[in-house]
């Protein structure tokens, strides 16, 4: 079945540490998106990107960065620079402008 | 002025019910809009998706659209308890970029 795997599903930071969030999508998508949704808040889009080496700041961008050397895969980096990581991270793709995400399963990030 | 706004609830209905939710959006220029359901926990699944002035309906969910009003509203007849969840709005950003720009969200419960 098609889709988009987040991993991990739970990730711890300590202070000071950067780390990696994957997402992978086997849906042929070329637009790939990364949002951060805090409690009781809409979505937050950070990093976005609509071509392989190819990527375009969100809304909220800070503290994050992201590649995209292969059209599957969209990984995000949450540096030490990001103060206030501890949220959920929800990596989309879609097939087109006028349709809507596809959602992975998100990954929740919470600083120790 | 949010972008994309909508009341954060709760709204509470009786099994069976009608629920209404709504949202409205600031840019005029908007073209697609889409209704996403979140249960606590997990991620959003796309329920339903308008892009034209009017109604769409699609078993028990009945999307409406104004866009002279810059409102967009989710019906749900024949409510049921599965159908507790937060309810996202979700506009087109501006630009060919495929962003989408995320209301808050509307937790609807649903009591038998």
């Known amino acids: 079945d098609g889709g988009i795997t987040q991993s991990p599903k739970y990730l711890f930071r300590k202070e000071g540490q950067n780390v990696t969030l994957s997402c992978e999508q086997n849906l042929n998508h070329d637009a790939m998106y990364w949002y951060r949704q805090d409690p009781g808040q809409g979505l937050r889009l950070i990093y976005y990107?609509?071509?392989?080496?190819?990527?375009q700041k969100g809304d909220i961008a800070e503290g994050y960065s992201v590649s995209r050397e292969k059209k599957e895969s969209f990984p995000l980096t949450v540096t030490s620079a990001q103060k206030n990581p501890t949220a959920f991270y929800l990596c989309?793709?879609?097939?087109?402008?006028?349709?809507?995400?596809?959602f992975g399963s998100g990954t929740r990030l919470t600083v120790v | 002025q949010k972008e994309v706004e909508q009341n954060s609830g709760p709204l509470s209905v009786p099994e069976g019910a009608i629920a209404s939710l709504n949202c409205t959006y600031s840019d005029r220029g908007s073209q697609s809009f889409f209704w996403y359901r979140q249960y606590s926990g997990k991620s959003p699944e796309l329920i339903m998706s308008i892009y034209s002035n009017g109604d769409k309906e699609d078993g028990r969910f009945t999307a409406q659209l104004n866009k002279a009003s810059q409102y967009v509203s989710l019906l749900i007849r024949d409510s049921q308890p599965s159908d507790s969840a937060t309810y996202l709005c979700?506009?087109?950003?501006?630009?060919?970029?495929?962003?989408?720009?995320f209301g808050q969200g509307t937790t609807l419960q649903v009591k038998p």
């Open positions: 989309a793709s879609h097939e087109g402008l006028d349709y809507g995400y596809t």
């Open positions: 979700a506009v087109n950003g501006p630009g060919n970029t495929g962003k989408l720009i």
């Open positions: 990107s609509q071509i392989v080496n190819d990527f």
